[in-house]
T-cell receptor, first 114, second 114 residues
Framework: DQQVKQNSPSLSVQEGRISILNCDYT??????FLWYKKYPAEGPTFLIS?????DKNEDGRFTVFLNKSAKHLSLHIVPSQPGDSAVYFC?????????????FGTGTRLQVTL | GAGVSQSPRYKVAKRGQDVALRCDPI?????LFWYQQALGQGPEFLTY????????KSGLPSDRFFAERPEGSVSTLKIQRTQQEDSAVYLC????????????FGEGSWLTVV
């Protein structure tokens, strides 16, 4: 029962172009969404997040879009740089009264080529 | 240190051996999480502490897994009688507040059971 899905295991984008990473979720109780970036042999690093009360959040080259009716979110990276090459995980959380534990997707490996 | 610190980074255990994985969270962080990441998968929630109290252990896969955080700071994840399916990266994460949605991960402890 995969509640957070990243259907594209990999993506290759040319340097300077836009990278679009997609994520779908099934649990309507999710109210907070995050993107993490992971380099080999390192832990995931927080990138950007969005609350369910918003439909867009922007931070520099990174923008996350949320479409609640479609239960879909996407991460846009513009312009893409070689240092962006990593595995990107989408994660979601639902308030349970204690801490918000995260449910992760399986990741999308982004390769930015020269 | 500035980040979440985990040790050992790499551990090879013989099947049936007990292992202990240590996590030193960011100073002052109240919430501490353990996640398990199998090869090619996203991290999966194991357990959560708020200070020294273990408030959620719903993700622990069996009673061979045990976690503690006796003084509300350092945490240890113990796996008894390890089996091959326990081979994974064990990630520790912490956040400042009780309901902190942005959690910060350590680099992980890579466990291989042979």
């Amino acid at each position: 029962d995969q509640q957070v899905k990243q259907n594209s295991p990999s993506l290759s984008v040319q340097e300077g172009r836009i990278s679009i990473l997609n994520c779908d979720y099934t649990n309507s109780m999710f109210d907070y969404f995050l993107w993490y970036k992971k380099y080999p042999a390192e832990g995931p690093t927080f990138l950007i997040s969005i609350s369910s009360i918003k439909d867009k959040n922007e931070d520099g080259r990174f923008t996350v879009f949320l479409n609640k009716s479609a239960k879909h979110l996407s991460l846009h990276i513009v312009p893409s740089q070689p240092g962006d090459s990593a595995v990107y995980f989408c994660a979601a959380s639902a308030k349970t009264g204690t801490a918000s534990k995260l449910t992760f997707g399986t990741g999308t490996r982004l390769q930015v080529t020269l | 240190g500035a980040g979440v610190s985990q040790s050992p980074r790499y551990k090879v255990a013989k099947r049936g051996q007990d292992v202990a994985l240590r996590c030193d969270p960011i100073s002052g962080h109240v919430s501490l999480f353990w996640y398990q990441q199998a090869l090619g998968q996203g991290p999966e929630f194991l357990t959560y502490f708020q200070n020294e109290a273990q408030l959620d252990k719903s993700g622990l896969p069996s009673d061979r897994f045990f976690a503690e955080r006796p003084e509300g700071s350092v945490s240890t994840l113990k796996i008894q009688r390890t089996q091959q399916e326990d081979s994974a990266v064990y990630l520790c994460a912490s956040s400042f507040s009780f309901s902190g949605n942005t959690i910060y991960f350590g680099e992980g402890s890579w466990l291989t059971v042979v």
